[in-house]
């Protein structure tokens, strides 16, 4: 069975950099796309980015774009979201969800489409 699991999260102030890992095991990553959501609190969980199985495509949440970078390394079981130039509206508790990634438009969890998610870990952007 899979389990995921997300590291790298912290307090970091605006304009800085974090990266996020999502670790996983019990089955290898690779067979599939990992998207990275966003929770805050009274917020329903939003997509912040994905990529495909093989990396062939990316897509990005609009406040994303250009700031964040998703990648994979298929043989360490491993998907990364590297976050730069980081703000307040960023903050966060990020989870990493194991299901599908679409090639444009929001990236989205609809009930029955996600193998398994991590427990999450926490980002937080003050000075």
């Known amino acids: 069975q899979l389990q995921l699991v997300e590291s790298g999260g912290g307090l970091v102030q605006p304009g800085g950099s974090l990266r996020l890992s999502c670790t996983a095991s019990?089955?290898?990553?690779?067979?599939?796309?990992v998207a990275w959501f966003r929770q805050t609190p009274g917020k329903t969980r939003e997509g912040v980015s994905c990529?495909?199985?093989?990396?062939?495509?990316?897509n990005y949440a609009n406040d994303a774009w250009g700031r964040f970078t998703i990648s994979r390394d298929n043989a360490k079981n491993s998907v990364y979201l590297q976050m730069n130039n980081l703000e307040s509206h960023d903050a966060g508790v990020y989870f990493c969800?194991?299901?599908?990634?679409?090639?444009?438009?929001?990236?989205?969890?609809?009930?029955?489409?996600?193998?398994?998610w991590g427990r999450g870990t926490q980002v937080t952007v003050s000075s």
């Open positions: 969800a194991a299901g599908g990634c679409p090639r444009t438009g929001p990236i989205m969890a609809p009930p029955g489409t996600v193998d398994a």
């Open positions: 019990g089955d290898h990553l690779g067979n599939y796309a």
């Open positions: 990529v495909s199985r093989t990396a062939l495509y990316t």
